[in-house]
């Protein structure tokens, strides 16, 4: 088994379409998409979703109103403002899961708990199978997202004794690239003649 991925060091570069047009010549393969902040090979491929399952990826702080005694220690303490002292409730949106006001919350009245960051989907297409996800909205730890996508894809690949596993990698050079790049087989880089795009290429080179 071979895995392929389609990476840019920017987004635009055609890295999808490249994609796509490997779903419709390769035979005996499994696609991943894994672009996962901004999924469109599914666009081309039009899956039919078989499986869709939720993804926990980040956590966000929680006030306990039964044991916190609103002293406002925690007004100052956050550097997201996300806690609304008024009505001692957290913005789940501004929250970054940071932890500190847990540290620093006298009552222990305030804990992390797991937040519903995105779905994973797998799907049937008329190329094959296609693993895919979607990350929500300010969400983090796309990376960990983008791993499990893969290791469904390579589950998938063993199951039914596939010989390509092709991922359409995300633009860049963050977390979720590195999680795209590592332990794969062969590394196509789609770039554009331009100036910006020789250096976006040589970057995403030099992580690879």
């Known amino acids: ?19 796509a047009s490997f779903a419709a010549l390769a035979k005996n393969k499994v696609m991943a998409d894994c672009d996962v902040d901004a999924a469109d090979l599914y666009l081309i491929l039009k899956p039919q979703i078989k499986q869709k399952e939720e993804f926990w990826g980040s956590k966000v702080a929680y006030i306990d109103k039964d044991i916190c005694d609103q002293g406002r220690s925690c007004e100052n303490i956050c550097r ?19 932890g500190v006001c847990v540290h620093f919350c006298h009552r222990e009245a305030i804990t992390l708990k797991e937040n519903l960051s995105g779905h994973w989907f797998v799907s049937d297409t008329k190329y094959g199978p296609f693993v895919h996800a979607k990350l929500g909205i300010a969400e983090e730890n796309s990376g960990k997202l983008v791993t499990l996508v893969r290791q469904k894809a390579k589950s998938i690949a063993e199951e039914q004794n596939l010989n390509y596993i ?6 860049g050079i963050g977390c ?33």
Do not use: H
């Open 80 to 98: 997201y403002e996300a806690i609304d002292t008024e009505n001692f409730t957290i913005d789940e949106v501004s929250c970054e899961g940071c």
């Open 166 to 171: 092709i991922i359409d990698g995300p633009p």
């Open 1 to 19: 088994m071979k895995q392929i991925v389609v990476i840019s060091g920017k987004g635009g570069t055609g890295k999808t379409t490249i994609c």
């Open 176 to 208: 979720p690239v590195i999680a795209s790049l590592s332990g794969v087989d062969l590394a196509l880089v789609v770039t554009e003649p331009t100036q910006s795009g020789i250096y976006d290429l040589q970057r995403i080179i030099g992580v690879a």
